[in-house]
């Protein structure tokens, strides 16, 4: 009915909540870079890898966990399966924590930002998969009703 988008959504708040303290920690982390390496705007931090890394790690959350998180937000809105929010909903949440890692530190870096940026890409897709089921109408509820 007209009340169905009141709906609680106490999933999605949880690892929103988990993607904020996330964002959080790299927005103050590369604010922290660009005052000790005084690249205070911008293009200075292209000429310095510690604060380029920093950067670049908190642009790209930017750039990818809203949208997925709106994608979590219309799967519990339509009622899809809780046991899928949570499980997409902590895999995402881990795959990011990796990915920043990633970006911030040299060693290894590629491998923690394959598997964070193909974590990524996968909970995308699959959440945009399930979104368009619910809409056809396929049955992905908890109960099975």
Same mark, same amino acid.
């Given at each position: ?15 929103? =909540? ?26 200075? =931090? ?10 670049? =790690? ?5 750039? &990818? ?41 040299? %060693?290894?870096?590629? &491998?923690?930002? &394959? ?14 998969? +399930?979104?368009?089921?619910? =809409? +056809? ?7 099975? %009703?």
């Amino acid at each position: 009915g007209t009340m169905d988008i009141l709906s609680s959504v106490p999933i999605v708040a949880f690892y929103a =909540a988990g993607h904020a303290l996330l964002h959080c920690f790299l927005s103050l982390d590369a604010v922290r870079a660009r005052i000790k390496t005084d690249a205070h705007l911008g293009e200075p =931090a292209f000429s310095n890898e510690f604060t380029l890394r920093r950067v670049r =790690a908190h642009a790209n959350n930017v750039e &990818y966990v809203p949208l997925t998180l709106l994608l979590f937000l219309i799967f519990e809105l339509n009622h899809g399966a809780p046991i899928l929010s949570h499980a997409f909903g902590a895999f995402f949440l881990t795959v990011r924590i990796i990915h920043s890692f990633g970006l911030r530190h040299g %060693t290894l870096s590629k &491998y923690y930002r &394959y598997t964070g940026f193909w974590g990524t890409m996968f909970t995308m897709v699959s959440l945009t998969l +399930l979104n368009v089921l619910l =809409a +056809l109408g396929v049955n992905l509820t908890a109960s099975g %009703t």
